[in-house]
C-alpha cells in the first residue's frame, strides 16, 4: 500500500493531516504509553479516540489495522523505505518510535538491551496483574463470592510493585540517570493502579516509596501531562 487512503481505517477516521502520523487510541494505561511518547519526541501525529466501551476496536476498519482489536494502533505514513507503516502492541509502537526519533532507547547495546527487558517486564507482568486487579476490585470481578483470584493478584501485584521498588532504590529512572520507554511503559500503569483503580490501600502502596518517588518524577514532566489526556 502506498496512501493512507488504501487503509480501511482512514475512511472510518479520515486523516485531517495525511503527512502525520495518525494514532488510533484511548487514554487507558496502555493507550497513553505511545501519546506521552508523541509529545515527548515533539512527533507530529494526528489522534483519533477509539471508543472500547462502544467496541469501536472491533470495527471491521479497526481490525484491518490491528487483527487483535486492542488499543493502541499507528499508522505512519513515513515508515521505513518511507512507505506507510501500520503497527500495533504499545510495546513495539515504543520501541518503533525510539528508533525512528533517536530518543528514550539508550545507543548503547548493553544499555538499549537492558531498557528492552524492562518494556517487556511491564508488559508480560505489570500490565496484566494490574489489569486482573482492577477486574476484581473496581469492576464486574468484585461481584464474585470467590475472593482467591482477587486476593492472588493482589499478592502478585505486590511482589512486582517490590521488584520496582528494589530497582528504584539507587535509581532516579528505572535505567539509571537516563529517562527511557520502560518508564513510559511502565508508569500508566502504577498511575491507574493506585488511582482509577482505586487499588491504593489495597496493595499497601506505601510500602513502595522508591515507586511512588519515581511515579511523581515521571508524572512531573510536561509531555507526560499533555500525553495522559490524548485522544480527548
Do not use: C
Not at 479520515?14 to 511518547?37: C, E, F, W
Not at 499507528?74 to 518510535?97: K, N, V
Not at 468484585?142 to 521488584?163: C, F, I, N, T, W
Request: glycine residues 8%; negative net charge.
Amino acid at each position: 500500500m502506498s496512501r493512507l487512503a488504501d487503509f480501511p481505517i482512514t475512511r472510518r477516521w479520515p486523516a485531517q493531516h495525511p503527512d502525520r502520523l495518525q494514532l488510533y487510541s484511548l487514554a487507558t494505561p496502555n493507550g497513553v504509553k505511545v501519546s506521552i511518547m508523541l509529545e515527548e519526541t515533539g512527533l507530529p501525529y494526528e489522534a483519533h479516540r477509539i471508543d472500547i466501551m462502544k467496541n469501536e476496536s472491533q470495527l471491521p476498519e479497526y481490525l484491518a489495522l490491528n487483527p487483535n482489536g486492542k488499543i493502541p494502533a499507528i499508522l505512519d505514513p513515513d515508515g521505513p523505505g518511507g512507505e506507510p507503516l501500520a503497527l500495533f502492541e504499545s510495546g513495539a509502537i515504543l520501541m518503533y518510535l525510539a528508533e525512528k526519533t533517536g530518543r528514550f532507547l539508550p545507543a548503547d547495546p548493553l544499555r538499549r538491551w537492558e531498557t528492552i527487558q524492562w518494556v517487556f517486564f511491564q508488559m508480560a507482568a505489570i500490565g496484566p496483574m494490574f489489569g486482573q486487579v482492577g477486574f476484581f476490585h473496581k469492576f464486574a470481578g468484585r461481584e464474585y463470592e470467590d475472593k482467591r483470584p482477587l486476593e492472588r493478584y493482589v499478592a502478585e501485584s505486590q511482589r512486582l510493585l517490590g521488584v520496582l521498588d528494589s530497582r528504584l532504590d539507587d535509581r532516579t529512572w528505572l535505567i539509571g540517570d537516563e529517562y527511557t520507554i520502560a518508564d513510559i511503559a511502565t508508569a500508566g500503569w502504577v498511575r491507574n493502579l493506585i488511582g482509577f483503580y482505586e487499588a491504593r490501600e489495597l496493595v499497601q502502596f506505601h510500602r513502595y516509596p522508591h515507586v511512588a518517588a519515581w511515579l511523581d518524577r515521571v508524572l512531573a514532566r510536561p509531555a507526560v501531562q499533555r500525553g495522559l489526556a490524548i485522544p480527548a
